[in-house]
């Protein structure tokens, strides 16, 4: 047991920062989280938990404490394409209800094969909902308030300086691990001499340069919002490049635009702005402006070393077409908070954290270049006067650009191979069984029990799903009559290495992992399989171990 303050500091309260923490708290690790900030985000920011997060999310069991918040259980989740919110449809991506998503994904009809779909739900109201479920966690102690100002090392770990801002006090804290998760500008990441590499900013007519984000309210009506409910309405018009989100499926909106080169954010009237994506005036109550810069694909040369590591927009930054910014660094958490629990609880082998970046580094520059598409896809073309006009020109320029439109529509939004297909190709930490890799389609999943993917998702007879039977650890899954596993569960006692057994007793399960058995990692990879096990069971377990 360490003798430090806490086994592991969190710089950081957003998403991937609340994440961190909750992974940790599941392995048993204690940890401090500060914040700068006082409170969760107070201002809409991702609108997409992608199926993946979700997942993750239900291992803690919060997700359908999620799936309660954002937009309304029966709210359409299409996306539509519009010249002006009382102009022209263009195009119309329609998608399910959050409910019906649901049921589709129990039928097993939807495009995602998992327990847990996307969802749209706002970024603040997750944030609030990981910040309530962090709070009530015995090891977790969270600091909101605090700031972390400086770091360095110390015999076996780091200590940190830490300002409460409510009272200037500063005070020290030690810990056997840093995790930098404290967004974009990471104060750990410039600390650490870390540089981002790839494109910053780079500008396109929507999505791309200087944007405004403006949270407002507005009573939601046909004087100004005559296109059928949908989550997202892009307007594609020859003055104005913007995106209106649905926040709470009622009154409250936000409207992403691309502020004019060389214009003042300062001197740009919201209202006026609303009204224009309209066609007309609305009465619009501004809850809170925000600028913002998109075309950003941006990834951290590092994601850390020794005694610490970064996580989330800390170690890539992403343009949010395609929804992969906040939902990537879920999935790093989770990489990294296994890893750093393994070493705390003493288990891990010395190369394990470094696998971190090893497995994640490459996902995030993959999710990086999906995303990049989407806004090159989605940004980089003009629009004629032409589009808004009653004649056959116009009609026929609005089926043009809506063709364009509809196939971008379901390539940003439809994306099971991006969510679900992330496998660690050719981690030190996976046993490789030789069988070649399935294509990293980013529209077509193909469920694979292929060392380093995701463990496939089954549903059950009982109803439950067969990752609602994974550990904290490692999950032996036995998948026919009794092979025996008793040298490979030997092995990984005498290492203190977790794992439960489970046998499904599904012939389903056997078809699908083409195995009798296999291994499934902390965070749902699956690290082994084969029909027996190893000759050497120590070799396979200091294998997953990062010995
Ligand atoms: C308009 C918009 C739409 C988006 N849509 C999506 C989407 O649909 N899907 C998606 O996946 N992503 C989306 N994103 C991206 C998403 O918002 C970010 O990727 C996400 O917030 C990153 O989370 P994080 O926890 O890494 O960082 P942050 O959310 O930035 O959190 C970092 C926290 O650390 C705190 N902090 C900073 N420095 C310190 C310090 N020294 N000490 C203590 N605390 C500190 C900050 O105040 C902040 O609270 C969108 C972004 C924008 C701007």
Redesign the pocket.
Known sequence: MSSFDTQVLI???????LTVALELARHGVRCIL????RETALHP????INARSMEHFRRHGISTKIRAAGLPADYPTDVTYVTRLTGFEMARLSMPTSSDAVDQAKAGSGPYDCAEPPHRCN?MYLEAILHEATVAHALIDVRFG???EAFGDVDGGVIATVRNLANDQVYDVCADYLVG????RS?VRRQLGVLYDGEGGVVRQMMGGAML?TYFRAPRDRTWLQIAPSWQYWIVSPDLRALLLSVDGGDQFVL?SRIPDGADVDTIDDVELISRAAGVPVEAEIILRQP?TAGHALLAQSFGRDRVWL????AHL?T?TG?????T?IDDGVNLAWKLAAAVNGWGGPNLIATYETDRRPIGERNLAFAKSFAESIGTFDVSAEVERGSAAGQTERQRLGAHLADHGWREFIIPGIVLGVRYEGSPIIWPDGTPPTSDDPYNYIPTARPGSRAPHVWLDDGSALCDHFGAGFTLLRLAMDPPVDDLLLAAHERGVPVIVFAPGSDVVRERYEADLALVGPDGHVVWRGNETPTDCGALIDRIRGA
């Open positions: 710089a950081g309260g957003g998403p991937v920062g500060v914040n700068d900030q920011k991702a609108n997409a970024q605090h700031r972390l998760a404290d967004g974009g104060y984000a992403l913002w996580a989330g927009d800390a992403f949010p929804g992969l910014g906040m939902n660094g």
